[in-house]
């Protein structure tokens, strides 16, 4: 029996110097979600056996992004071949598992942090190349990008072999490689290879190069000089960009803002002036829902069949169930909820809060840490007062209930199923079922009272 394992290593420990930012690059995100993890969520697709990030040091913070994977750290910024060989202690198991003889296959797929766009489909084709006739033990990534500057050319051989990749610094250095920087053909970084030939050979990577690094991309020729074929599978340029600074982190967002707006219409949702509407990577638009110009999906947001989002509302970490209605000028938090057919309106923010189905909270409310019960109304203004300044307190509105304009509901508090809070209260204490509770002060009238008081003002001018 064969198997074929998989191990893919996400090359992550440069500082990203021209972000000029105190986050590590690969933090950075784009339409919700940080660069590191669409690279691992590619990876992840292909279902590998392991994957290790290599980050550099005083990067937790990578490495709590890159959880439950491995991470490793690179001390040195030596070079991307450095940095592979930094992986091979979390790796050794995998690789010595197997026998000489046994049949099993082991492949490496080596990934840059930087490249978010890179699709699953593309590292499934590397992989068939590979295992394919024209295949290899090495396959190689290129691409043809517009203007080929900065990146290590690839050298093919009549037959569409990779000779070598040469580096752009290798050339800037050598005036007798001065002709390979005509070649439009690039190195996008991905490495697809068998994983023991693949440290066999970074072990005999050296760093007498211009930049005293040790390249990655000495591998190939290394591995034509030992009679290795490395074959070469090119990919569109969208998916291999590198994000460097923040001009490019801004193109890589308005990219995958319209990849999104595409799935999100070719999926059944209507977005009126869609380049308007921003999406997270992970936005669930239902069919036949309709999103007004101007509104903002941040991460963890979810809606159901028919649903309407109306201009200027922002949405984050939230689940609307079918037919729901929000905006125009909604915020709706982490951990709001809204049932079938609930409404939230113009200037009310919810949550961690839920809205039972046909619930409606209108206009001008406040409404954290609370549960609303099914078909229960809340009048404009109405406030949940959850935090006394030290800790969170819940509050708790029955199906049917029925809140007065301008209430402030304290909490910890419960106004039971039917109920009425009259206009205007201070809720301090819980409302029974059905009942009707009223907070205010009593109205006082003086009959004519207004009439003597403007009579008295002219007096005295
Ligand atoms: C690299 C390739 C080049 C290719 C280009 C594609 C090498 C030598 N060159 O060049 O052929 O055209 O990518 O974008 O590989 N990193 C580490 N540790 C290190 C050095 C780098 O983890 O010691 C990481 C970086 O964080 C980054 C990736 O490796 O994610 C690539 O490094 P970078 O310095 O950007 O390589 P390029 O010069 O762009
Ligand atoms: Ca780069």
Known sequence: MTSDRLSVVVLAAGMGTRMKSDRPKVLHEIAGKAMLRWVLDAAGALDPDRIVVVIGPGMEAVAAAAAPHAAVIQEDRLGTGHAVQQARPLLNDLLEARGDDSGEHGDLLVLYGDTPFISPETLRAMRELRRSPQGGALVALGFEPSDPTGYGRLELDDQGALLQVCEQAEI??????????????????VVLAEDRLLFELLAQV???NAKGEFYLTDIYGLAKRQNRRTAVYVAPEEEVMGINDRCELAVAETLAQERLRRRALLAGATLIGPETIFLSEDTQLGRDSIVHPHVVFGPGVALGSGCEVKSFSHLEGCRLADGAVVGPFARLRPGATLGRGARVGNFVEVKNASLGAGAKANHLTYLGDATVGDGANLGA?????????????HTEIGAGAFI?????????????????????????QDVAEDALAIVRGTQKQVEGGARRFRERRRKKD
């Open 381 to 393: 203004g109405t406030i949940t007062c959850n935090y006394d300044g030290f800790a969170k307190h």
């Open 172 to 189: 800037d250095a050598d005036p007798a490689k001065a002709a390979l920087g005509g070649i439009r053909l690039c190195n996008a970084g």
């Open 206 to 208: 050296g760093n007498d």
């Open 404 to 428: 007065g304009s301008n209430s402030a509901l304290v909490a910890p508090v419960e106004i039971g199923a039917g109920a009425i809070v009259g206009a205007g209260s201070t809720v301090t």
